[in-house]
């Protein structure tokens, strides 16, 4: 393992290296680690020489302070990852930013403390590194939507060094795309799929091949885990935005056994938050597929371990990826259609290249198919939520309401 010292001399080498070169614009992105309604985590990725810190306030209000960033290489690049964690924010409030060094000023917007007006956010899956990605991500911000989520296979780079141009051309998207007209930058929050991991037969059940610590699963998810902060490690994780919306963020047999450890976690989690009006688990590889066979061994564990867990919980909505096809189920229950189940929605094909869908009719878990990039536009009221699924040209392939269950 690469000791604290021979960090700082390859830091100090790619200084020096990096003198000569102009300075590209920094990448910047945000996400969160705890509350939503209080905090806020600015990353940005760029060259060694880049800003190491950034100044802040709440917008129009000259009261500038500078917070240091944390830094740390993006594995096998020349390129650093910076993040700077602000708390004590004021709900529901716009701050501003610029990175250090930098005259252009960014804007950022906390959540509410209380859900009293609607709240939209986006959610999608496998936008990979091309320009239908770029194209989902320019729709996305048109949305003006308080957050993104974003269901994993983020850049397909599959944790080689070879794939580190994917990073980059990703991270270009969210810091130029994610924008809003009025220069907001629209935060993230994110999961792990099979191609953020460098892990061989992901689809088969073998845990031997699972890493056993932190430093196994760094090394495993090289870029996802440098530039993300959330889900903390081992790789699954929790955030609750006030008293009204948590997001169970899980992890498909990527890095984590999908039972054992991370069912346990789950069955807690869950147990801790049925009067939560909005719950939403959001995962890589379907409980529900809509493309590959019901009995792939990972969705059948997952539908053993996870969705019994769901419907004990009183979820209504479960976010799904992976399949690079729009699907939606009925809503289920022990397996079988039922008015008050769970509905398994989206196939994670915001930008890759897509693959054809079963036919709804010879399936009778699900509802409706499609061969269509798209991305869902949620928006979350006291009593209901409406889920609008679009294309990539905008148009609505499919409306999901439903309404704010009672606490089981
Ligand atoms: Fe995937």
Known sequence: ??????????????LAASQATPAAAAD????????PTTTMIICWQDQATGPTAIDWQKQDQNTWRTSAARQSLLPST??????????????DAAYEFRLAGEKKIRRFRTLPAKLERPLNFIEGGDPQDGAPMEQMMQLAASLDPAFAVLGGDLTFDDGLPEHAGRVERFFRALGRDLVTPDGRHIPLVVCLGNHDVNRAEQWIINDQSLPNNSEERRAMAPYFLASWPFPRDPGYDVLDVGDYLSFVVLDTNHLNAVDGAQQDWLRQTLATRQAVPHLFPIYHVPAYPGVRDMNDEVSKLIREAWTPLFEQAGVRLAFEHHEHAFKVTHPMRRGEKCADGVVHLGGGAMGVELRAPRDPAREPHLDKTAKAHHLHEVVLEPQRRTVRTLGIDG??????????????
């Open 28 to 35: 910047v992105y945000l996400t969160w680690q705890h509350d």
């Open 395 to 408: 148009r609505e392939i499919h409306r999901l309401e439903q309404t704010v269950s009672e606490a089981p």
């Open 1 to 14: 393992m690469p000791s604290p010292f021979h960090f700082l001399l390859s830091l100090s080498a790619l």
């Open 78 to 91: 020349e390129r650093l990852v910076s993040q700077v964690e602000l708390t004590g924010l004021e709900p």
